[in-house]
């Protein structure tokens, strides 16, 4: 059982180019994320998915487009890479966004570094 | 919108101590969930505790314990008996929750706390 697991872990990208981030869960989750940390700062959510089929923005979308492949699945793509991109990009899942009482615990992937110059 | 507040940029204890660090937030709404959550050097998102608000019982996890006051809005973590691998940077985090108790599963987080444990 990999949990959620990221590729690339590192990545660096020249201004302009294009990168898709994969990232995949075993857990059967319903709800996956896409969060960004940048240092001095807590993690930022771009967008996430409720439930397969569904995705929408969260705090910081701009620059960035999601596809929920499947319910394992959840990509996030950098279409022209920008320097204030620059950051560490995690992965998360849970069992539902919606629909279940009480706090639903997010589940972390090990992060993609990524670095544009 | 929410906010929290971690206003402890970093923190240091001595192994076998206790340490507490402060968390605030900002909202309206009465359901909701607070996390910490522990970030080691391996950049690893690790769910260390959860409260309810509707809950007045302070959550406690073997050596973590909150003291989560609703009308202040704060929400601190107590670790007792300091251990070497607690040195982390640690985020306290919001998730709202609707009237019926269910969740929209986001997390609003701190810019967090790095603690540090000395041998």
């Known amino acids: 059982n990999a949990g959620v697991t990221q590729t690339p872990k590192f990545q660096v990208l020249k201004t302009g180019q294009s990168m898709t981030l994969q990232c995949a869960q075993d857990?059967?989750?319903?709800?996956m994320y896409w969060y960004r940390q940048d240092p001095g700062m807590g993690l930022r959510l771009i967008y996430y998915?409720?439930?397969?089929?569904?995705?929408d923005k969260g705090e910081v979308p701009n620059g960035y487009n999601v596809s929920r492949l499947n319910k394992r699945e959840f990509s996030l793509r950098l279409e022209s890479a920008a320097p204030s991109q620059t950051s560490v990009y995690f992965c998360?899942?849970?069992?539902?966004?919606?629909?279940?009482?009480?706090?639903?615990?997010?589940?972390f992937g090990p992060g993609t570094r990524l670095t544009v110059l | 919108a929410q906010t929290v507040t971690q206003s402890q940029p970093e923190m240091s204890v001595q192994e076998a101590e206790t340490v507490t660090l402060s968390c605030t937030y900002d909202?309206?709404?009465?359901?909701?969930?607070l996390f910490w959550y522990k970030q080691p050097p391996s950049r690893q998102m690790i769910l260390v505790i959860r409260?309810?608000?509707?809950?007045?019982q302070n959550a406690t996890e073997n050596r973590f314990s909150v003291n989560f006051q609703k009308a202040a809005k704060s929400f601190s973590l107590k670790i007792s008996d300091s251990q070497l691998g607690d040195t982390a940077m640690y985020f306290c985090?919001?998730?709202?929750?609707?009237?019926?108790?269910?969740?929209?599963?986001?997390?609003?987080f701190g810019q967090g706390t790095i603690l540090t444990v000395h041998p």
């Open positions: 998360a899942s849970s069992k539902s966004a919606v629909g279940l009482a009480g706090g639903n615990e997010q589940f």
């Open positions: 985090a919001f998730m709202r929750a609707n009237a019926g108790g269910t969740s929209y599963g986001k997390l609003t």
């Open positions: 909202t309206s709404e009465n359901n909701y969930y």
């Open positions: 857990m059967n989750h319903n709800s």
């Open positions: 998915s409720a439930s397969e089929g569904t995705t």
């Open positions: 409260q309810e608000a509707y809950k007045q």
